[in-house]
């Protein structure tokens, strides 16, 4: 099983970007997205489930962040808006089963997680 993600790069401030997370192998029931900016800890940013409609968000992306999944493509993908540089970073997707909602945003609850995908905001 594995998580690939990619799509990062350099974004002015105010810019879009859609960060992919491709899964091969088996699917899970739940899928997140954590960053992690330099210096700081790693953050819970987004979740979705695979086979049940839920989509959860962190309180410092709701409402610039969308989360949502391609289950042809077998893909989750995170959309980001209104980018800021705080929002520079190292992007990470995981995956879990059988979480309840809430501890859907706890990182230990991931036991897969893909190897990370870099973007910078410039101001």
């Known amino acids: 099983v594995q998580l690939q993600a990619s799509g990062g790069g350099l974004v002015q401030a105010g810019g879009s970007l859609r960060l992919s997370c491709a899964v091969s192998?088996?699917?899970?029931?739940?899928y997140a997205w954590f960053r992690q900016a330099p210096g700081k800890e790693r953050e819970y940013l987004a979740a979705i489930r695979w086979n049940m409609g839920g989509t959860y968000y962190g309180g410092s992306v709701k409402g610039r962040f969308s989360i949502s999944k391609d289950k042809a493509k077998n893909t989750v993908y995170l959309q980001m808006n209104s980018l800021k540089p705080e929002d520079t970073g190292v992007y990470y997707c995981?995956?879990?089963?059988?979480?309840?909602?809430?501890?859907?945003?706890?990182?230990?609850?991931?036991?897969?997680w893909g190897q990370g995908t870099q973007f910078t905001v410039s101001s």
């Open positions: 192998g088996r699917t899970f029931d739940n």
């Open positions: 995981a995956a879990a089963d059988r979480l309840i909602v809430s501890s859907i945003n706890n990182e230990r609850n991931y036991r897969t």
